[in-house]
């Protein structure tokens, strides 16, 4: 099993860079990071502009793929990403951005896809029930609902419930409360509070997904011949469906995991925009809207990151979970 999960992680770590390359590409013919010095007035001297861009490395007068083998070396032999527009490393940058971002984006994907299963295997075995056509028109919402919308509608419900108690009770702007001080306990629970209405945001958004194709799976579970076989052996239905049903159905739902979650990201994306986080959502719009090459191709070596450990996970759960993969 461990050659068999070396062997995945290699092939997603290739993928990773050649998307990362080709993000970088793609961001030096697009984007134009000179555009900033002409909007100046006086506009600097053409020597000044061309040294600026030679030190973050994305002269258009050099070749793109001259620039992009310097941004390569730089990374695997000084862990650099380069600098952005302002002269910050962008290295330091996605550490310190990262840790909002992993915060919103790990507690609002665990809890979203164990939301997920449970829904999905509750409406699979209660089909066409008024619990099952609750839980599948509220999910068609969810997913009819923009992400922003969703954070917006749940700013509007923190708000009317603060003003219900008379007090500030949910706290939603920003990661935690400007000028906050005491001890540990009163820190992280102000950063909880302020965690708790984006975390529900994106956890809604993976359960209405994971419980659609959870429900789908399970119900073609349900009339496999193994799980007659254990019934007919005197086992009760609800103990069959645990041993032998749950299971076998887990074994899709890693695999749908690994692949969602690039949309979970751009979720937390937006999240982090609606309520004013300074994580790595915000980071690359703002990329955008500057012209910064090194900020966009970091951001994609994030986000490829993000989704190769995703991948490698979903590979050992089923290896766990099916013992043919493990020979």
């Known amino acids: 099993m461990t050659l068999y999960i070396v062997r995945r992680f290699i092939n997603y770590a290739i993928l990773s860079l050649v998307a990362t390359c080709l993000a970088y590409i793609l961001a030096s013919v697009v984007l134009d990071p000179a555009e900033r010095f002409y909007g100046k007035n006086p506009r600097p001297p053409q020597a000044s502009i061309d040294a600026s861009l030679n030190a973050m490395g994305v002269n258009p007068d ?32 996605i550490i310190t951005r990262s840790g909002a971002s992993l915060r919103l984006l790990l507690i609002g994907s665990l809890i979203g896809a164990v939301l ?6 509750w ?27 969703i954070g917006v509608l749940l700013m509007i419900a923190a708000t009317a419930f603060n003003n219900a108690v008379g007090s500030q009770v949910i706290q939603f702007t920003g990661e935690y409360t400007a000028g906050i001080s005491g001890n540990w ?65 887990l074994i899709p739902m890693t ?27 915000q980071f690359t719009l703002e990329a955008v809207t500057k012209n910064d090459i090194n900020v966009m191709a970091g951001s994609t070596l994030y986000i490829a990151v993000l989704v190769l450990l995703s991948s490698t996970l979903s590979e050992v759960l089923y290896s766990a979970l099916d013992p043919r993969v493990r020979s």
């Not at 997920?116 to 295997?121: E, K, N, P």
């Open 185 to 249: 306990w009163d820190l992280a629970l102000d950063r909880g509070i302020h965690l708790l209405l984006p975390t529900i945001a994106l956890a809604l958004i993976g359960a209405a997904s994971y419980s659609r194709y959870q429900r789908s799976v399970m119900l073609d579970v349900l009339g496999a011949d193994y799980i007659r076989t254990a019934r007919s052996k005197g086992l009760q239905r609800n103990a069959a469906l645990v041993r032998h049903g749950v299971r076998i159905a």
């Open 255 to 281: 695999t749908f995991f690994a692949y969602s979650f690039g949309t979970l990201i751009a979720g937390s994306a937006m999240l982090e925009i609606v309520f004013s986080w300074r994580g790595m959502g």
């Open 123 to 149: 409406g699979a075995v209660r089909q066409y029930k008024a619990s099952d056509q609750v839980v599948t028109y509220s999910s068609f919402l969810v997913f009819a609902t923009p992400t922003f919308v």
């Open 116 to 121: 997920g299963v449970v829904l999905g295997v």
């Open 62 to 93: 050099v070749p793109v793929l001259v620039r992009l083998w310097n941004w390569l070396v730089g990374l695997f032999t000084q862990f650099s990403l380069g600098q952005t527009v302002g002269g910050q490393s962008v290295t330091e940058e």
